[in-house]
T-cell receptor
Framework: QKEVEQNSGPLSVPEGAIASLNCTYS??????FFWYRQYSGKSPELIMF????GDKEDGRFTAQLNKASQYVSLLIRDSQPSDSATYLC???????????FGPGTRLSVLP | EAQVTQNPRYLITVTGKKLTVTCSQN?????MSWYRQDPGLGLRQIYY???????DKGDVPEGYKVSRKEKRNFPLILESPSPNQTSLYFC????????????FGAGSRLTVL
């Protein structure tokens, strides 16, 4: 059974701090990894994707991938109250459209 | 506007009464998929389609059917709904030329009594 695990939280950080969200996956064949943000009552929307080992930066967001450790993380710098949401980690298998999502981590950024 | 449209957004039905949730995308995406989201379990894939007339089971296909007769449409069919299918359902589409990033519909909240 392919699994993606995340700490469900809630993770609380003060405004302006760095939020660190972590994700581990069980399928070594997973090729690409995605972080989606989901506000309460809304559909998920893409934050970032990564498929190579190392770091990938996009504005205040940095995704990190370590395939040897089967570990993906998302750092949010200068966290804002508008970042308060649930963050979903997803792994895409080595074929087609087989995505496996983690349960999500709820982030709360306190003003 | 590029979007995935699901209908209905909310539905309350009774056990055994067949229902269909429609999904349509206007982005000419090759891939479409259905997910259900339950508290503590995250998004679980029900079915996916990589092209017209090509569908495959995801992780939780039992009790569901799908069809892909046209590229833009991917309806989800519950032939005989049961209470354990009460959930929030999302349709999504993507394209390999777009790094397989999923674009989700707004969601359909289904309650089976």
């Amino acid at each position: 059974q392919k699994e993606v695990e995340q700490n469900s939280g809630p993770l609380s950080v003060p405004e302006g701090a760095i939020a660190s969200l972590n994700c581990t996956y069980s399928d070594r064949g997973s090729q690409s990894f995605f972080w989606y943000r989901q506000y309460s009552g809304k559909s998920p929307e893409l934050i970032m994707f990564i498929y190579s080992n190392g770091d990938k930066e996009d504005g205040r967001f940095t995704a990190q991938l370590n395939k040897a450790s089967q570990y993906v993380s998302l750092l949010i710098r200068d966290s804002q109250p508008s970042d308060s949401a649930t963050y979903l980690c997803a792994a895409q298998g080595d074929y087609g459209q087989n995505f496996v999502f983690g349960p999500g981590t709820r982030l709360s950024v306190l003003p | 506007e590029a979007q995935v449209t699901q209908n209905p957004r909310y539905l309350i039905t009774v056990t055994g009464k067949k229902l269909t949730v429609t999904c349509s995308q206007n982005m000419n995406h090759e891939y479409m998929s259905w997910y259900r989201q339950d508290p503590g379990l995250g998004l679980r894939q029900i079915y996916y389609s990589m092209n017209v007339e090509v569908t495959d089971k995801g992780d939780v296909p039992e009790g569901y059917k799908v069809s892909r007769k046209e590229k833009r449409n991917f309806p989800l069919i519950l032939e005989s709904p049961s209470p354990n299918q009460t959930s929030l359902y999302f349709c999504a589409s993507s394209s390999p030329s777009g790094a397989n990033v999923l674009t989700f519909g707004a969601g359909s909240r289904l309650t089976v009594l």
